[in-house]
């Protein structure tokens, strides 16, 4: 009796085991060679440090061609090409990552690895080559890299392309208004973008408009108290985002990707985080050579880490924060009073932040989902308008173009482009809207103090 209950008892186990064992290979992972992969789809998915390359409407498009209409004026808030690390990043990442590395490499040699959804030997191989760029020092941090000099001069380039009356002729000052933000990056995309419309030879004798110190128009979220105190709530343990980081998709995910590098134990925030970021940051620098970093996330890991980014975003840049649709008043209010009167400068360009492009965004109206985005609704939210790297990858820009039409009720007419896509709205015919129907959807910029207003 006691003989059979103990054999019963061992098959018992070894069932349990055995299940155990499987519920763990089959959840980690899909198996995938991202050095194979000839798309590599997922690096259209890294939120903010996306490159705009891979993002960006097409270059043939002809979505600027409006039948009986032609352009007479373009308004663009930019932001920023591909640039390095900032400073902290530069000085945790290369330390963590040597280590992660030589352990991910002594890992597979020792065979501490999942059956399912190995790495592959070409992964592998990239890791072996790996190492930390010795150029990218403190010195060098958030400086625009050449990548991110093209970004910005190619779109000059396009732009100029479609828009040939507008930018007709050579350099002129009263006929371009250009501004940027008092850093490295900005004022370097300034300038590949004034040689992508001018030519390198014209650069010097181009100007810029300098900005106030406070900068409410490019910056405003620097200079308003509510905003830096609901960033902070973000962070609080019951916000969307907190929750999703200790929701079971989260927490899975990370343990997948750990168990998938060979790692009895799941990954720090910092190590996870580390390898997220030379991942972007290296395909964005280098677009046609794969990282090893983006080989450590499956498609999966990639969708579920671009929606923690984005609730990120959602909570402190748009729809999500009640207090944010009239922060961008002062660039709205430009853009209004540019693109209502025929006289004045032809051509304005902006050249700001990520932060900025968001909130623009919002204080149009775009891209607005009709349920927020919370920690309990990843799957219902997978075709969200909402996704920070088709909003606000690297060179992000939103462009306004007048156009003068032989219509005689409507001649002005203003077409929104979000990186070289037109911008739909419901009151726009198939996103040619009418002067008038501008001015009334956005007439709280018109008609109010932007000074009182944008900051609640
Ligand atoms: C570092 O900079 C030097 C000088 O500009 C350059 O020759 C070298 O290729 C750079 N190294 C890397 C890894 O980019
Ligand atoms: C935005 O400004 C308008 C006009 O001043 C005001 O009615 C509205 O309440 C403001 N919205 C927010 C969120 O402050
Ligand atoms: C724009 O104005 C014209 C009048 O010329 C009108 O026929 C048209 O319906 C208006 N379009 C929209 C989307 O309001």
């Known amino acids: 009796m006691t003989h059979c209950f103990l054999r019963f008892s061992v098959i018992i186990l070894i069932i349990t085991t055995v299940q155990l064992s499987q519920a763990r290979s089959s959840t980690c992972c899909d198996d995938y060679c991202y050095s194979l992969d000839p798309d590599r789809t997922q690096s259209k998915h890294f939120a903010t440090k996306t490159a705009y390359e891979v993002v960006r409407g097409s270059s043939t498009s002809q979505e600027h061609v409006v039948r009986h209409c032609r352009p007479s004026k373009f308004w663009m808030l930019v932001r920023h090409g591909t640039r390095l690390p900032g400073k902290s990043d530069i000085e945790s990442m290369p330390p963590i990552l040597n280590d992660l590395r030589d352990t991910i490499l002594e890992n597979y040699a020792h065979q501490i690895s999942p059956k399912r959804g190995l790495m592959c030997a070409q992964d592998l191989d990239l890791f072996k080559q790996w190492q930390w760029d010795k150029n990218i020092t403190v010195q060098y941090e958030s400086f625009l890299t050449d990548q991110g000099w093209d970004d910005l001069k190619s779109l000059a380039m396009r732009e100029k392309d479609r828009f040939s009356e507008v930018f007709d002729g ?9 501004r940027h933000t008092k850093t490295q990056r900005t004022e370097a995309s300034f300038k590949a973008f004034a040689e992508g419309l001018f030519g390198e030879e014209s650069l010097d004798s181009i100007s810029t408009e300098p900005g106030p110190n406070d900068d409410v128009l490019l910056k405003p979220y620097d200079f308003c108290p509510a905003y830096t105190a609901n960033k902070e709530k973000i962070k609080d343990p019951d916000s969307e985002l907190s929750k999703f980081v200790r929701s079971p998709l989260y927490t899975q995910t990370l343990a997948d990707i750990s168990t998938r590098l060979g790692f009895q134990d799941v990954l720090t925030t910092d190590q996870i985080d580390a390898m997220w970021n030379a991942c972007r940051f290296e395909q964005a620098w280098n677009l046609r050579q794969p990282s090893p970093w983006c080989s450590v996330f499956t498609k999966t890991h990639v969708n579920v880490i671009e929606y923690k980014e984005d609730l990120n975003y959602y ?5 999500g924060y009640a207090m944010g649709s009239n922060l961008s008043c002062h660039a709205m ?8 009167r025929e006289d004045g400068e032809q051509v304005v360009g902006y050249f700001t932040h990520e932060s900025a492009i968001q909130i623009f965004l919002v204080a149009l109206g775009a891209t607005k989902d009709t349920e927020d985005l919370r920690a309990d609704n990843y799957y219902s939210m997978r075709q969200r308008q909402f996704v920070s790297s088709d909003l606000a990858p690297f060179a992000a820009n939103v462009a306004v173009v007048r156009y003068e039409c032989d219509d005689p009720v409507e001649p002005t007419k203003l077409k929104f482009f979000l990186n070289e896509k037109t911008l739909k709205f419901g009151w726009c015919n198939r996103g040619l809207c009418n002067w008038s129907e501008v001015a009334y959807q956005y007439r709280r910029f018109l008609d109010g103090n932007c000074d009182e207003m944008y900051c609640g």
């Open 333 to 340: 209010a430009d853009m209004m009073k540019h693109m209502g």
């Open 170 to 178: 050579s350099y002129a000052e009263q006929r371009y208004l250009f």
């Open 315 to 319: 909570y402190q840049n748009s729809y």
